[in-house]
């Protein structure tokens, strides 16, 4: 296999937060290469450091030790190469579906793009994920799934070169997560990004990814095992159940999830 | 600060409170009811009802003044006065002596200068209080200090400052106006969410788009709160300010009447006083409703 050059590239990363309580080591010597057109997972316990990892990447947050690199170049702040579509949707409730999503548009290819240009831009990305029909609907008016579907739509619309999904799915009612989980799947096939997915959720990941990392627990998180999911695309659900490597995906992160569990909950 | 958050009325709890006032009347319980209420009867059960309240004031007015208070004016007495009063609001007489519509107009004017003012001192004070921990560490303890204090304490302050009454007196509303502009302004900072704030980061918004696209926005349905409040206490605070101050307006009406043992007039202005209370409560919350995001409507 030719050796492609990783766009992202996440470092030897550590990241300390100064607590009242002394300092606490969240994550410590990360490293993980992620490919164009690559979708990753992180999955791992809650509070193993998996969402801190994303704010990382994100740029929310900065790295203690260690660099991360889009594209060979340092992340020092947030931006829109590296959209996140938020685990609460965070849409802006005083502007229309259509508004939140003409807001990323506007900022970020205001000076590139006629007006005319960038309303057709974002109908397009609304169509993308099927919510065009509520353009101009408040926040408030819309369920949670349509919702995270807009939030999806307004990440997209900027153009990242990586799309991360912080625990996309973690606020829904299964039936709606599955539906948003097989547009997710549609919309990668269709455009190719290169995507980092938070979850909880054995399923999803295995589902939805090339690639799940998985992150063994805090203090001082790292990545425990990596596993390539070797299934073809386009993925059913259905037809996935009794699939071998389905199965075998499914059940190397269970193991893996099972040895790792935190006695705190027990 | 906890003193300062009783004043806060966050906007998100009062649509529930209001759709409760506007689905009145509330049907009975169906056990008790022997019949469902027809359409008239709901019709007519908003006019009735008060209707009936205000007749039994009437009446307990009426028996009042004939046995305990002979003192007091009967109806028809203050009915012949409002009447009077009506039949030529906008005389001028002299600069001392005009119609009831230029005394609440004067009022109205002082009421909108102060508030006005109030605004455009508080909102840019509430935002800066909000968003910045030194400010509020600098600034909420004197505000806490000087806001359960009476607006018309100050009233002395402001003769002294501009040695006439009508800046006093616009002092004491903007006084009155600005502690729950900026309380609620700020607070309405502080609640927004930091997921926005997060969105606006990965936006790579800049400052100024940061306050005109999300701070502002967001904060606004807060600001209303606080501007409602404001001027409904604006409103009751300058009828007592200018029966201090005297010249023309409301407040010095009813003193002026008072010296004259005028007691109708008295109660004919304290009606429109309420009258007026209530337009602009009611315009004010048209306003705020109009941009309350909070609720589904």
């Known amino acids: 296999m030719v050796e492609r050059y990783?766009?992202?590239?996440?470092?030897?990363?550590?990241?300390?937060?100064?607590?009242?309580?002394?300092?606490?080591?969240?994550?410590?010597?990360?490293?993980?290469?992620?490919?164009?057109?690559?979708?990753?997972?992180?999955i791992g316990h809650s509070g193993c450091g998996k969402s801190t990892l994303l704010n990382l990447v994100a740029?929310?947050?900065?790295?203690?030790?260690?660099?991360?690199?889009?594209?060979?170049?340092?992340?020092?702040?947030?931006?829109?190469?590296?959209?996140?579509v938020f685990q609460n949707h965070s849409l802006l409730p005083w502007l229309t579906v259509y508004g939140n999503v003409r807001l990323a548009v506007d900022k970020v290819f205001g000076g590139r793009k006629t007006s005319a240009e960038r309303d057709a831009w974002t109908r397009e990305m609304l169509d993308l994920v099927n919510m065009a029909h509520a353009a101009n609907k408040r926040p408030s008016e819309i369920s949670g799934g349509m919702k995270q579907r807009v939030g999806i739509a307004r990440a997209l619309a900027m153009e990242p070169k990586v799309l991360l999904l912080d625990e996309p799915f973690g606020a829904l009612d299964?039936?709606?997560?599955?539906?948003?989980?097989?547009?997710?799947?549609?919309?990668?096939?269709?455009?190719?990004n290169t995507v980092v997915m938070i979850t909880h959720d054995v399923d999803e990941a295995v589902l939805l990814s090339d690639r799940i990392v998985m992150m063994s627990n805090s203090?001082?998180?790292?990545?425990?095992?990596?596993?390539?999911?070797?299934?073809?695309?386009?993925?059913?659900?259905l037809e996935l159940s009794e699939n071998a490597d389905y199965l075998a995906a499914r059940s190397a992160v269970m193991r893996f999830l099972t040895r790792n569990r935190t006695d705190k909950a027990a | 600060m906890k003193t300062a958050a009783l004043a806060i009325v966050a906007p998100m709890e009062e649509p529930s409170a209001e759709k409760r006032e506007s689905r009145e009347p509330v049907s009975p319980p169906r056990e008790t009811?022997?019949?469902?209420?027809?359409?008239?009867?709901?019709?007519?059960?908003?006019?009735?009802?008060?209707?009936?309240?205000?007749?039994?004031?009437?009446?307990?007015?009426?028996?009042?003044?004939?046995?305990f208070v002979p003192a007091f004016p009967d109806v028809p007495a203050v009915w012949n006065k409002a009447v009077e009063i009506f039949s030529n609001p906008f005389y001028v007489y002299g600069p001392n002596d005009m119609g009831i519509a230029w005394q609440v107009m004067y009022s109205l004017g002082r009421v909108l200068a102060g508030f006005f003012l109030a605004l455009a001192v508080g909102i840019p004070a509430g935002f800066l209080i909000g968003a910045n921990r030194t400010f509020e560490q600098a600034w909420m303890p004197l505000i806490a200090i000087l806001r359960p204090v009476s607006p018309l304490a100050w009233l002395p302050i402001g003769l002294l400052v501009f040695r006439a009454v009508d800046p006093s007196a616009i002092f004491v509303i903007f006084i009155t106006s600005i502690w729950p502009v900026i309380l609620n302004t700020a607070a309405?900072?502080?609640?927004?969410?930091?997921?926005?704030?997060?969105?606006?980061?990965?936006?790579?918004?800049?400052?100024?788009?940061?306050?005109t696209k999300i701070y502002v926005p967001a904060t606004l349905p807060y600001m209303l709160t606080g501007m409602q409040l404001s001027l409904g206490t604006a409103w009751m605070?300058?009828?007592?300010?200018?029966?201090?101050?005297?010249?023309?307006?409301?407040?010095?009406?009813?003193?002026?009447?008072?010296?004259?043992?005028?007691?109708?007039?008295?109660?004919?202005?304290?009606?429109?006083?309420?009258?007026?209370?209530?337009?602009?409560?009611?315009?004010?919350?048209?306003?705020?409703?109009?941009y309350d995001y909070t609720g589904k409507e």
């Open chain 2, 33 to 67: 009811a022997r019949h469902e209420p027809s359409r008239l009867e709901m019709a007519l059960r908003p006019v009735l009802l008060p209707a009936i309240t205000f007749a039994l004031v009437l009446l307990g007015w009426t028996v009042m003044q004939a046995t």
């Open chain 1, 219 to 237: 203090p001082a998180a790292g990545i425990g095992e990596i596993h390539d999911v070797a299934l073809s695309r386009p993925r059913r659900r």
């Open chain 2, 188 to 211: 309405g900072v502080k609640a927004i969410p930091q997921d926005y704030l997060n969105v606006a980061r990965v936006l790579n918004f800049n400052r100024r788009e940061m306050v």
């Open chain 2, 237 to 290: 605070v300058i009828v007592a300010a200018e029966m201090l101050t005297g010249g023309i307006g409301i407040g010095f009406y009813i003193w002026d009447e008072w010296n004259n043992l005028s007691v109708p007039s008295i109660i004919v202005a304290i009606v429109i006083i309420g009258c007026v209370g209530i337009m602009l409560e009611t315009g004010m919350g048209f306003v705020r409703r109009r």
């Open chain 1, 174 to 192: 299964a039936l709606t997560r599955a539906q948003l989980q097989d547009s997710v799947m549609e919309i990668h096939a269709r455009l190719g």
């Open chain 1, 6 to 42: 990783p766009v992202l590239q996440i470092s030897k990363v550590g990241k300390t937060f100064d607590t009242r309580s002394g300092s606490f080591e969240a994550l410590r010597d990360v490293d993980l290469a992620i490919h164009e057109g690559e979708f990753v997972s992180i």
């Open chain 1, 59 to 84: 740029g929310l947050e900065m790295v203690t030790l260690g660099g991360i690199f889009l594209e060979g170049a340092l992340v020092d702040g947030p931006g829109p190469e590296r959209a996140v």
